[in-house]
């Protein structure tokens, strides 16, 4: 899929847009946008991308996507055959990590908004029972435009707070990371990040977080709550799926251009970590977006 960037500025300069949209089908567009996007569907059927996530949806699904994280809700093929019986319909909200300006975002009362934008960045599904979330969404377009800042407030308050998700993005798929709230393990990060393609021994890492080996493990794995070396393998299977979904390379070049140096453990570390081997998660989506 081609990714576009898609401008979503509110047209008359209001720092939420809500937009209700009834159509045939939703928009075939893989796209990203600098917004924040909150999401309910209360129509339709299909699978959705986000990231490197692919998966079923369906009416009554909550999602919070980040800002610049590649999305698309594709229909299911009985939407693209003029049938009048199916219609797409869903709320979008769309606004600014500042959108109630730096000095409120910043603000120790607002901690938890921010952590709920952080965590964005991978695409939120708000899981359990979401008609009351749905309802308070569909409320916004009613509302002026300070009744609709409180209310949104509200919205986030409530996910945070009440609500629980999982996460859909994997980390690898992201082009930086910024996930965690230790930050003395950002420039750890940061190494991986920019020499995953390369081999990176645990001795390596432990020159760059100044530690012996056998400690900078158990602080890597309390840190991210995983051991250094299936994260390094995420971030690694995560670019493969990158690479996978924009149908450029073979899987055996995707393999060595991932930082995996065999064709055997990139199968089998794929698999472990995504359920599907690097061809049949090819095939679904491929299956998909024809």
């Known amino acids: 899929m081609k990714l576009h960037f898609l401008d979503r500025t509110d047209l008359q300069n209001k720092s939420i847009s809500v937009h209700h ?3 045939p089908n939703f928009l075939r567009v893989w796209h990203y946008h600098e917004q924040l996007e909150l999401v309910a ?11 490197d996530s692919i998966e079923q949806f369906n009416e009554g699904e909550v999602v919070l996507i980040g800002k610049n994280l590649p999305h698309l809700w594709l229909n299911d093929k009985s939407y693209f055959k003029n049938n009048p019986n199916l219609t ?3 709320v979008a909200i769309h606004f600014k990590e500042e959108f109630i300006g730096n000095a409120f ?5 607002m901690k938890h908004i921010t952590a709920l934008f952080d965590k964005a960045k991978q695409g939120l ?10 309802a308070d969404i569909k409320e916004l377009q009613h509302l002026n435009d300070f009744e609709r800042i409180i209310k949104l407030m509200q919205i ?10 999982v996460k859909l993005a994997s980390a690898g798929f992201l082009s930086t990371f910024n996930q965690t709230e230790n930050r003395s393990l950002d420039k750890v990060y940061s190494y991986i990040f920019d020499n995953f393609k390369k081999p990176i021994s645990l001795q390596d890492m ?5 530690m012996n080996p056998a400690a900078f493990s158990r602080y890597f794995k309390k840190g991210s709550r995983k051991p250094f070396s299936r994260y390094l393998n995420e971030v690694r299977v995560g670019y493969a799926c990158k690479l996978l979904l924009e149908e450029k390379y073979n899987i055996t070049d995707i393999c060595y251009e991932s930082g995996f140096q065999n064709l ?9 970590i995504t359920s599907y081997s690097p061809s049949d998660y090819l095939k679904k989506h491929s299956s998909t977006v024809k």
Not at 125 to 134: A, D, L, M, P
Not at 156 to 165: C, F, I, K, P
Not at 206 to 210: E, F, I, L, N
């Open 105 to 109: 975002a910043t603000a120790p009362e």
């Open 264 to 272: 055997s453990n990139f199968n089998r570390q794929f698999k472990a």
């Open 206 to 210: 432990a020159k760059v977080a100044q």
């Open 156 to 165: 986030l308050n409530t996910l945070w707070v009440e609500v629980d998700y």
């Open 125 to 134: 599904k708000f899981t359990g029972n979401t008609s009351k979330i749905i």
């Open 88 to 90: 797409a319909e869903a």
């Open 41 to 51: 569907i209360l129509k339709s059927k299909g699978t959705r991308f986000v990231g």
């Open 21 to 23: 949209n009834t159509y």
